[in-house]
């Protein structure tokens, strides 16, 4: 039976909502309302009016060569470290799934990372894998140049893939780690009784009922890597060596905030809001399909 | 179809040991149910079994090859949770046929080998099902389906009954049974339920404490219980237990106001001993029968075919089943009688069954009448 509560009057229901309404609007639609006007004007760098251009800004941005770069980045970035993050997560939950002894520690210890403001974590990467200091440059004293992310675009792609990495990591193993155990013991050893190995019982029976965990962190890896990625570019490369890793939420920043060209970013920001929104439908339509909810 | 030789199996848990060295023999194609109270360790021994618990001590052989160390596949047992632990994303059909699956069958067997099993369980409209679909009835067939389907050599149960309501546990029971016969597979049934137990078993182990305490048919059991432990799992209502004390002629019971004569001792006077009657072995008869124990009504409960009857003998709490239709005021006094022949006796220190009486009728002390 499901619990409801009924208002006799509807104006009390929306009392109750409008804290709730209100903030949304503050912090979501009027914001996101403002950056799409913003988007259909040219804003003069130092205030004093704008002029109405219609979709010219998203006519320049798209047919720019640097931002379809920025772009190619992005989904590069988002796919590897959402890709690494999950995998290095579910195996490690797998791992201490089975055999539980100090999971509680495990738990703090893994939440860390997350807890950890991205540009804090941006600077200690920076120094972990400097070529010339850090951990790399023991590395790089027996191949000499095999690590420079100061000028090899793909060796800053990977350090801040790495960063972010590092960090959902902790976040997906909590999941992870919840999903195994939710699962009753008694399945996995009659599975066990039915011949099916580890491995094997981890495919037919432990995989498949964990998939509703492994879309929701899909969603939510994919979505924060396109936002919570800034403070890891801006500490680490700034977007280079070569835009190599400016990514679309960087590039946003740059050019409003150091190129000064407001319009463009805003309009900058709807398309990322736009790709994310069309990834998330994209997700829910045909990966959804594949999860078997209890 | 195998044997099962269980030979001094001890299980720790870290510091506590929860089965102190059991020793059983169970013969190819027995049905054995294991009977206890929760906590005995008789799921325990179960998994063991079944290779889901490490052996701490001993061995445990199927067919005469030790299984310790074998994985729970390479043991040929399949077993029936309590929970029925069906894959709740994979349907009836791909349930059943998992362990063909693993195992490698082709697709055309597997699903002819699924259909005859689903044919024998009824569950033949039921194969595109997913487990969230059935009743707990069908699903508990699924569960054996799912253990049927390998033709094993040994079927474990392990409290499979305990989920259902009660019309649909006696209906599974008998199923239980006439797959039993059918399959005439080895079977180790475990539960706490002691109608499941009797009506099951060809053979019934009653554990507790983490220790057998006695191994028989269900009538042996019932009617020579080896310990007073047995003797009061076993029936219901639980057999009647009097506290007692050998002297010279006989044995007194409930601190001296009355009075059991038995012929012969061979304890020492002044040892305890308990004396126990079956509630259904005790008749009712006017107060004041010569022989007879004199009662006080407490409640009486009202079965249809019989009635229990809760009298208080001096303190002591004492049932009778009766099937006469006789309706006794709570409050009346009533004479209790029973014959020597129905009386067990128990050392109150060990609680081992004593065979040493022979008892004859009681005969009450004449202050209490």
New interface residues.
Partial sequence: MEKRVTFSKWTIGILFAVPQLFLIFTFFYWPAGQAVYWSLTLQQPWGGGNIWVGLDNFRSILSNADYWNSITASLIFAGISTGLAMFIALVLAALTDRQLAGSRLYRVVLIWPYGIAAPALALAFRFILAPEAGFMAVVNQFWPGFWDPGLDGADAMASIIIAFSWKYVGYNFIFFLAAFQAI?R??I?????????VI?RFW??QF??ITPTIFFLLVINITESFQDSFGIVDIMTSGGPANATNLMVYKIYSDGFKGLDYSGAAAQSIILMLLIIVLTIFQFRFIERRV?Y? | MASITIRGVKKNYAKTQVVHGVDLDFASGEFVVILGPSGCGKSTLLRMI???EEISDGTIAIDNTVVNKL???ERG???V???Y?????MSVAQNIG??LK??GVPSAERTQRIQAVARVLELEHLLDRKP?ALSGGQRQRVAMG?AMI?EPKVFLFDEPLSNLDAKLRVQMRSEIRKLHRRLSATSVFVTHDQVEAMTLADRLVVMNGGRVEQVGTPAEVYSRPASRFVATFVGAPAMNMLEGEVTLDGISLLGDSRKLNVSRTGLAVGSKVAVGIRPEAVRMATPGTPGALAATVDLVEELGAGRVIYVDLDGAPFSVVTSEIVHPEPGSAVGLQFAESDLHFFSSETGARLDVFKASVPEPAPATL
Avoid: K, T, W
């Fill in positions: 009753p008694s399945q050893e009659a599975a066990a009784m039915d011949g099916s190995g094997r037919d029976i498949p009922l078997h209890r | 079944a290779g889901l994985e729970p596949r047992c399949a077993m949770f309590q929970n632990a069906l894959y709740p994303h998992y362990s693993v195992a969230m799912r390998r």
